[in-house]
Each structure stands twice: as C-alpha cells, then as structure tokens.
C-alpha cells in the first residue's frame, strides 16, 4: 500500500522520488490527475447530431459502391467463364501517343479485390488519358447491364397529366404568395368584431376537438388525455389559453375538412387563423425561456401552418427551430430509451415526443415535393441551389431522421380509445408496404435505365401482396370478393356495407395497397396512339387498380364520412382514368382505330370517363381548399369544366 503526499495532506516539494519520500523511505507515488469534465453546449451537441448523420449517409452510400462493384466483377468472371486465381484484362494505347505509351492493368482477384497497376504519376498525366479513353470507352451507367436469360421490360414516361399541372399550380401559389407583401396577411385586428375574445377561445378549443374527433384518422400526433391535461384542462381557469391549443387551432383551420364549416363562417376562416397563429408566436416569446415539449409543439404547429397556406420560407424557419429544440429534448428530458421489459408503459409525454416525429416528417416531405424531390414526375432542369433550403434539411438528414422515426414507432397506451391502436398498426403497416415499393421506385422512376427486369416486378408485387393478405391482421383487411372484377358500383357499396371490418382504416389501407400495385404497373403502361405495342397485362392491372381506388375513396367519402382524403393517391388513380377516356376523340374515331382499340375499347372509355368525372366530384365533397389554395381550387375548376365537355 502507498500513499502520497497528497493523501497524507503533507506538502511536497514535486521531486521524483521527492525529498519527504526519501526521508521516510517509502514509494514516491503521484496521483493521476483527473482530466477535467467538458461541458457540451447545445450548438456543439446538435453539430455532433449531424456529423453522425451525415457519417451514416456516406457509410450507406460505401456500402452500396462495394455491392455494385461486386456485382460488375462476378458479371466479368462469368462472362470470360474463366476459373483462374485472377482475371486480368490490358489495355496498350501506344497507338495513339507513340513516343510515350502509358501501360495499365486491371486485375480482380479470387477474393474479389480490384487492383490497377499503371505508369500514370501524374494527374495531369491521368486527365489526358482519359479524354484518349472517352471516344473509345462507354461509362458502366450509360448502359443497363442486361442478363441474357432475363425477360425485361420498356418503361415509358409516367401519364401523369394531373400530378403535373397539381405540381405546377402549388409552385406558382408558392410564388405568388411569396411575392405578395406582408399587409394583405390577416392580423389580429382583421377579425371580425362579432368574435370576442371569449367566443375565440371557446372556438379554438372546439378546433382541438375536431382534430382528435377527424384529423386524428390522417395524422396521429398526440396522446390525447395527456395534450388535455397540460394543455387545455389547466388553462381554463386563467386568462388565456396554451400556445400549443392556439397553434393547432391555426393548423386546423387551413386543413381541407369539412366539419369546420358548420362552426366557423368560410370567410371567416382566413383571419381567425391568422389570429390563433399570431397568438402563438406572442405567447412562446412571453412564458418560455429554454426548450420544453410546448415548445416543440408550438413551433411544430407553426411551420405545419405556414405550409398548409403555402408559405415555404416561414416553414423552413419554423421547421429548423423545431427540430433543433426536438434533439435537444432528447438528448436531455425525452431520451429514446425505453426499459425493455414488455409490461411498462412509457409516459404520456414521452409517447406525445415520439408521435411528434411523424409531424416533423409530414412537413420534411411537404417541402421535398415542393423542391421537386419527392418523385413528382416532371421532367428534371438543372436548378440552382435554392439559398431557401437551410443547411439542416439536406436529403441524407431526412433519410436519416425517417429511418430514426420508424425505430421508436408510437405505442398504444391503456387509457387511450381502441381507435388509436388500430390506427398505429395501420400507419405501421402503411410504413412497411412504403419500404416495400421505396426501392423500385428509385430504380424504375428516377434511374436512367430504360428497361427493368420482370422478377424484379414480380417480387415488389409479390412481397405487397403477402404483407396486405398474410401479415396484416384480418379484422384490419377487407373481404377479398369486394374488389373483384366486373363489379357494378352498387354492388361494390352492398359488398362494403356487409364486410363487418369495414371501417375508415381498413378502407384507407386498402386504398394504399391497391394504389401501390397501379404504381408498380404504371410505367409500363402502353403509350396511346403509339406504333409499337407494348404489354396488355399493364393495361388491365392498372385500369382495375385505378377503378379499386376510386371506389374505396367515394366509399370514405360518401358513406364513412372522411375528410382526410389524400389527394396524391386520388390523383394518380384519376390520371390512368383521363388517359383511359381518351379526350377529344368521339367514339367512332376509338371503334376505328385499330392500334387503340387492341388494348381499350368503346366500354373502358366510357367506364374511364364516367371514373374521371367521380375522381372531380371525390374531390368537391371530401377536400375544402384553404385561402391560399384559391389558385390550386380555380385549377380544378378548370379540369371540371373540360370534363363536362368531354364526358357528356
């Protein structure tokens, strides 16, 4: 045992073995110093966040080099069919520079490493080389690698008629708006007189319940008794309400619902959200001072607002606030660690953190489709790189953050109503069958090949089909015999109304489902007047799907009583409808044509535009457009009127 001259509190002089040491005869031993704490701020965490991110993205995107370039050796092993210990191919380009020929191999070997030997030491060197390589040698991506014994098919571009004007005319909304000055936008003092204070609040709160009573079946939030309990049951002894109610009466009223209506007047709508947002941004500079879970939600509510009417800068703010408060919050109050053991419920407030993270990302895709990066399908132009985008909402952070959403999925707590669980498992399995098809859609819609392979169809179409009919539960799925073919629209309805599980969210589940296999189908869709034919099989899936589609958003709309109708998924059932009804061609000129009516006749036009015209009046009952959307209302007006022109 030995002691220093600290732990004998005696002093020492710093020599080694120093002079008391020596004295007693004893060990000279020195204490470690201890190095001292470091003390992160927020800023430094939040950057160490995104390094992380950022340090997985480009992992990710290692991985997969490694597996394309292993796949482009084994494909030149099998091709020479040689088994030696390496396959080597040379290249000599003496002819070209006689007086200094550059010799280069490339070899792979059996553990399947590339290896270059050349005499090349100089980038200048390389550069040169390579513009003496560019007319002789093709890139590795500008031609499909193609299997011999596989059966490919040719896609074509998207008929995607709707989804390209919808795009266009929210882009031009979009700019409008941010052109427009600030004094057009409503203020406190732009409500009507006939509101007092009083009457406000009692509205606002009356917001809240339509949300939990509506929009709860479009997006989950919130735990419910616990948004209650902190923040509307408490303030209803005071003055004022909770920022957090203020700001989701903001977001309610610029959501396309209908029950709004019969509480507020529709020109009154514009300003009392304008107000309760107002409100919001008031009350969190007055009563908050550091980051909290009303934090969060406050700022969540005013950038889900300002993109709702439209106004993607404020958004972006927003939004960036919101998520820089979020990962403070769970490096510090809402860690996501959960005890593993199966019996214990996490809290109220910590189930509300989580279910908070769907909205984050709800905004994040928003924006994506804005910036034209969430598969719109428009021909690409080089863009400038928008000074709009804020460095944190880069591509790979949002990858990240989805892939970190669905680790910590939302939990059904037992003083909930049993709606909420089944519309978790709901969203979970809409997640999964989003997983299934993400993938193809990259390579089908966003490559540059112009040919897929047909078992890579099959298996998306393969794996859809056992998650919806063998791991989705069956008080979640509808009877089979109701999508079948050749059905009339009342009988449709009958078969609906008997199905015992048919409610909203075996409905909207459906809808998704069969709206992912119209999209795996859709690009290979026969071109309409084109000299060449291509696949039937295409044609017939995705006017089935389409009319399955169709009829499941009519049956929400019309019988359960939805207004929190997708629009996207209506759109791309309603534009295989308007390719199908062949406007502008009488139907003689579709009996006489022979290329056209090979794969539609006179009958599937007429079903196509009589679904064309329903997809309209889907629209008129199951969405109501907000003030900023007059441009996007006027735009379907527009499509109306040519419908009834054409489809008499």
């Not at 003390?39 to 340090?55: A, G, K, T």
């Not at 939990?212 to 919130?222: E, K, P, R, T, W």
């Not at 972006?316 to 019996?343: G, Q, W």
Request: glycine share 2%; aromatic share 10%; hydrophobic share 35%.
């Amino acid at each position: 045992f030995t002691l220093g001259c600290r732990g004998r509190k005696k002093k020492c002089d710093g020599l080694s073995p120093c002079n008391r040491c020596q004295k007693l005869e004893v060990n000279c031993h020195y204490s470690q110093t201890t190095s001292p704490v470091i003390h992160l701020s927020h800023d430094s965490l939040f950057n160490q966040y995104e390094l992380q991110l950022c340090l997985h993205s480009i992992e990710n995107t290692v991985r997969d080099m490694e597996r394309e370039m292993y796949s482009i050796q084994l494909s030149n092993i099998l091709a020479q069919k040689q088994t030696p210990q390496s396959v080597v191919m040379r290249y000599n380009n003496s002819s070209k520079k006689e007086n200094n020929p550059i010799q280069w191999k490339l070899s792979v070997e059996e553990n399947g490493v590339l290896r270059i030997h050349t005499d090349i030491l100089t980038y200048t060197a390389l550069s040169d080389h390579l513009k003496t390589l560019s007319d002789s040698l093709h890139s590795l991506t500008s031609e499909p690698r193609l299997i011999p014994t596989q059966i490919y098919l040719q896609r074509h571009e998207l008929c995607s008629l709707l989804r390209r004007g919808m795009y266009r005319v929210c882009k031009k909304s979009i700019l409008s708006i941010d052109q427009r000055s600030g004094e057009d936008r409503p203020n406190k003092t732009e409500i009507s007189t006939h509101y007092s204070h009083r009457c406000k609040q009692q509205i606002a709160l009356k917001l809240v319940d339509i949300y939990f009573n509506c929009q709860i079946h479009h997006q989950l939030l919130f735990h419910q008794s616990t948004f209650y309990d902190l923040y509307v049951h408490p303030q209803r002894r005071t003055d004022d309400l909770s920022p957090a109610v203020y700001g989701l009466a903001a977001v309610v009223l610029t959501m396309n619902c209908n029950h709004i209506s019969t509480l507020i007047l529709p020109e009154d709508k514009q300003g009392l959200a304008g107000y309760f947002f107002g409100l919001t941004k008031q009350l969190i500079t007055l009563q908050f001072d550091k980051p909290s879970l009303e934090l969060l939600i406050c700022y969540t509510h005013m950038a889900r607002y300002n993109a709702n009417v439209l106004r993607m800068k404020e958004a972006r703010f927003y939004l960036d606030i919101a998520l820089r408060i979020r990962h403070i919050l769970s490096e510090t109050d809402y860690r996501m660690v959960f005890p593993e053991d199966p019996s214990s419920r996490p809290s109220g407030e910590i189930e509300t953190f989580k279910r908070l993270h769907s909205g984050l990302l709800n905004i994040m895709d928003f924006i994506e489709y804005t910036n034209n990066r969430r598969g719109v399908p428009v021909r690409k132009t080089k863009q400038k790189s928008s000074t709009e985008d804020t460095q944190l909402l880069t591509p790979s952070f949002i990858k990240e953050f989805r892939s970190m959403t669905r680790r910590y999925p939302p939990t059904y707590l037992p003083n909930e109503p049993w709606i909420v669980n089944r519309l978790i498992i709901r969203n979970q399995y809409k997640n999964k069958m989003a997983d299934i098809v993400g993938p193809y859609f990259r390579q089908v819609r966003f490559s540059n090949e112009e040919v897929i392979p047909l078992t890579f169809l099959i298996t998306v179409e393969n794996k859809l089909n056992t998650t919806y009919h063998d791991q989705i539960p069956q008080d979640f799925q509808l009877s089979p015999t109701i999508f079948e073919k050749g059905l009339s629209e009342t009988e449709f309805e009958r078969r609906m109304s008997e199905d015992s599980r048919c409610d909203l969210i075996s409905a909207s589940l459906a809808a998704s489902y069969y709206q992912y296999l119209l999209s795996i189908y859709e690009p290979f869709l026969p071109i309409i007047l084109s000299r060449t034919l291509s696949p039937q099989l295409a044609q017939e899936m995705c006017t089935h799907y389409a009319v399955v589609v169709v009829r499941l958003l009519n049956y929400q709309c019309k019988v359960l009583n939805s207004c929190a109708l997708p629009i996207a998924m209506l759109l791309s059932a309603w534009d295989i409808h308007l390719r199908n009804s062949c406007l502008g061609m009488t139907l003689e000129e579709i009996k006489n044509d022979h290329q056209l009516s090979a794969y539609l006749g006179v009958e599937e036009v007429n079903m196509a535009r009589k679904y064309a015209v329903l997809c309209m009046d889907i629209l008129k009952k199951g969405i109501v457009f907000n003030s900023a959307e007059s441009e996007i209302y006027e735009y379907y007006r527009m499509i109306e009127h040519q419908l009834l022109i054409y489809c008499k």
